[in-house]
């Protein structure tokens, strides 16, 4: 079943949130002096920061009980799930996004904060990771996200997407088999891998070209770190 929900006051303006809800959970100076650095390294604006650590502090709060990610520090956080998203922020403007199996919104949220102009829909099966989505959604005023409570493989929207991404789904062949079909024609799926992926590469299906792979450095992330620019051919 898919259960797809609009979030609400969609004409509100993208990145307010509810300061009153947020504050159930602290978030350090440290993390806020992290983000703000990492955001000025990839040539983001500072002004990203609040609804950003808004939605870090979310997550946090929601994790100690519902353990929607390994990742426990809030400073290890912001390296690992907000710069590394944002990382590829830069290779992406305006259209429809599907984000595939995106966990608690990653990295749909932090590029429909930082994207105003993209819509982005949360695909993602996990019942409360869904939940943590919508109420992330909805106390963020994101009116450019919505939550898709299903498999990608289930998801009946055929070629409606520009683009599609998925940070941590599989290969590329195997996020071509589950959600291809909601890419139109000419659309380009956006991976993020670690090392250059050649086999992965040599193994795209018919109908599907590598345009470009982009080394991307993660400001405080060690490792490399690639997006990879798969095209459906028209």
Not at 109 to 122: C, E, G, H, K
Not at 130 to 138: K, L, Y
Not at 159 to 178: N, Q, S
Not at 215 to 220: A, I, K
Request: glycine share 10%; net charge neutral; proline share 6%.
């Amino acid at each position: 079943m898919v259960c797809c929900e609009t979030p609400r006051g969609r004409g509100e303006r993208v990145g307010t949130c509810n300061n009153a809800a947020m504050n159930d959970t602290t978030l350090s100076s440290e993390v806020r002096t992290d983000l703000e650095r990492g955001l000025q390294q990839l040539g983001l604006n500072a002004a990203f920061a609040p609804p950003l650590l808004a939605y870090l502090a979310l997550l946090a709060r929601w994790n100690r009980t519902y353990n929607l990610t390994a990742v426990r520090d809030p400073r290890e956080m912001v390296v690992r799930h907000l710069l590394d998203s944002l990382a590829m922020q830069p290779h992406i403007a305006s259209g429809t996004l599907a984000d595939l199996g995106t966990g608690p919104g990653l990295p749909g949220i932090p590029l429909a904060i930082t994207r105003p102009s993209l819509q982005v829909t949360l695909v993602e099966s996990n019942g409360k990771k869904a939940r943590f989505m919508r109420e992330a959604v909805r106390q963020l005023g994101l009116g450019n996200a919505r939550v898709a409570e299903s498999r990608a493989e289930a998801l009946a929207e055929p070629e409606a997407y520009d683009h599609l991404t998925a940070r941590a789904l599989d290969t590329l062949e195997g996020i071509i088999e589950v959600g291809g079909h909601l890419l139109r024609p000419g659309g380009a799926l956006l991976a993020m891998k670690g090392v250059h992926p050649h086999e992965e590469i040599a193994k795209l299906p018919a109908g599907w070209a590598a345009e470009q792979v982009i080394p991307l450095q993660v400001p405080g992330l060690e490792g490399e770190r690639h997006l990879v620019v798969v095209r459906k051919r028209a």
